[in-house]
């Protein structure tokens, strides 16, 4: 499978969505993990108990670090979706405020993963045997 480069405007802009949403996400788990009154309060309301405030946390820094590591782009923003399509039915379902922030950083994990999907399958396909080996 060939990876093919994309334009210089649209590596830049790429660029500027990966920093854009690890740091909104580091800031987000670390909020969490620090366990801020805001996020006890909304995870209590949950019903799961705090151990889902942390794995959260810990979820959206791990992806976050991984928006940042080139190979590793597609399956962060993977991750990220499924979390942030997690908070939109939980928002949806009881927990209070509105899902749109939820809805938004999920559009923009979403688009992130489409543009680096070719990387994300290269990790996932193994790679062609070598010929005459």
């Known amino acids: 499978m060939s990876y093919?480069?994309?334009a210089r405007g649209v590596r830049i802009s790429l660029g500027a969505l990966r920093g854009l949403?690890?740091?909104v996400f580091i800031a987000a788990g670390i909020?969490?993990?620090a366990g801020l009154p805001f996020m006890v309060e909304v995870f209590s309301h949950a019903g799961l108990g705090q151990w889902f405030r942390y794995l959260t946390g810990a979820i959206e820094v791990g992806s976050a670090?991984?928006?940042l590591t080139r190979p590793l782009v597609g399956v962060g923003a993977l991750v990220l979706s499924c979390?942030?399509?997690g908070a939109i039915i939980a928002h949806l379902t009881g927990v209070p405020g509105s899902p749109v922030p939820a809805i938004v950083l999920l559009l923009l994990s979403a688009a992130l993963a489409f543009a680096f999907r070719q990387r994300t399958l290269a990790l996932a396909l193994p790679l062609p045997a070598?010929?005459?080996a």
């Open 4 to 6: 093919v480069q994309p």
């Open 21 to 23: 949403l690890a740091f």
């Open 130 to 132: 070598a010929q005459g």
């Open 83 to 85: 979390t942030m399509a």
């Open 65 to 67: 670090i991984m928006l």
């Open 31 to 33: 909020a969490k993990l």
